[in-house]
């Protein structure tokens, strides 16, 4: 698949892990070398300034935008915004908690019901629906109710207007004012997608079009190209998914997060999937792509690289899952069908951080 655009158009383009990087590469067939990159590495938190290594890939020409090091100034310049914040972090990690006990009870009923071997597979396959929905509507009412939170932290303190948040946000204007394009790695997703949404990065990436009721109504336009993978490549869609079927610690089963920048469409990120999903159990991977519905389940393995296409959808010949949950590859709808638009809204100002990482934490 040809990573070249054939316009001028910015495009996202989404790798897979960077273990063995390949950045460079990846820059030079996007026609991008010699540009200046302005780069976020908030998800490494503490170790956000510990990129040497990407910045000689990316020819030196680079500045960091240090998300996480500014949101540590605004902390100390506005203790009671840094109150407020962490109480509704501890509020957001509640929710998770809650709705994944939740959320595993109905999964393991699915697993016991596809596990029954019925006298009549008409009447099993009514039950895996039910719970098929069930399992959906708890996906709904999570990402609805961090929603309201985030919603209801923004109305009450307001940290827009606020003089540490509004200088820290002009910082990081003017540090994008003069680069050509973005790169996003991977590290903790729920920091990095809370300190991209503090700092008004959405905006600052894409022109967004709304109604009168603010609700998003246009694809958004990117500014700049977008190279991003692991927790980088997840912030960018509508949905974030946490999943880990072998989960040693924590729950194996895919968790709603909340929802994403929005800059793409019908497209939940899978980085990693060889390592984190049993992609030979077809049944539990159907499960998984009937929640995402009607987003498609995009894999992104090691040496994947997928630029999407001007309006944020993926091209012909990415790797999905099916939705019979086996691993196949995008093929469009004709040109006189219209694609299905998203179910989620992005258009309110904030998500929140959590305590899962997710991607690789090195360029």
């Known amino acids: 698949m040809s990573m070249l655009a054939e316009d001028d158009v910015p495009r996202i383009t989404l790798l897979g892990p960077q273990r063995e990087p390949r950045l460079d590469t990846i820059v030079e067939a996007l026609g991008l070398t010699g540009r200046h990159f302005a780069t976020i590495t908030a998800g490494w938190r503490d170790r956000e ?8 890939l990316l020819g030196g020409r680079t500045t960091n935008l240090r998300l996480w090091s500014l949101m540590q100034q605004v902390w100390d310049a506005d203790p009671e915004l840094e109150k407020a914040d962490r109480e509704r972090r501890a509020t957001m990690s509640e929710l998770q908690s809650l709705y994944v006990i939740g959320l595993e009870h109905a999964a393991d009923a699915l697993y016991k019901i596809r596990d029954y071997t019925p006298r009549n597979p008409w009447a099993q396959d009514l039950a895996v629906a039910d719970a098929l929905t069930i399992v959906s509507a708890l996906d709904a009412r999570h990402l609805a109710r961090v929603e309201e939170l985030h919603q209801d932290f923004y109305d009450r303190h307001q940290p827009q207007h606020r003089d540490a948040v509004v200088t820290a946000r002009f910082a990081v204007g003017q540090a994008l004012r003069d680069t050509d394009a973005i790169i996003i790695p991977g590290g903790h997703v729920g920091v990095l997608l809370g300190l991209m949404h503090m700092f008004n990065l959405a905006p600052a990436l894409a022109q967004f ?4 009721a603010g609700r998003q109504v246009s694809t958004p336009r990117l500014h700049r190209p977008i190279i991003a993978w692991g927790a ?12 880990y079927d072998d989960a040693v610690q924590g729950p194996d089963v895919a968790e709603m997060l909340m929802k994403g920048l929005g800059l793409t469409r019908d497209i939940v990120a899978l980085p990693s999937p060889r390592d984190r999903l049993d992609l030979k159990n077809v ?10 519905a009607p987003a498609r ?4 393995d090691e040496r994947v690289t997928v630029t999407l296409e001007a309006d944020g959808r993926l091209p012909a010949g990415a790797r999905i899952l099916g939705a019979d949950g086996t691993v196949t590859t995008y093929q469009p709808a004709p040109p006189d069908q219209h694609e299905t638009e998203p179910a989620s809204d992005t258009s309110y100002p904030d998500h929140d951080p959590l305590s899962t990482d997710f991607g690789a934490t090195t360029p």
């Open 283 to 292: 049944p539990r991977m159907a499960g998984l792509v009937s929640r995402i």
């Open 232 to 243: 980088g490549a997840m912030v960018l869609t509508e949905r974030v998914l946490l999943f």
């Open 297 to 300: 389940a995009l894999l992104l």
């Open 209 to 212: 079009g709304h109604d009168e």
């Open 49 to 56: 300034g510990d990129d040497g290594l990407l910045s000689d």
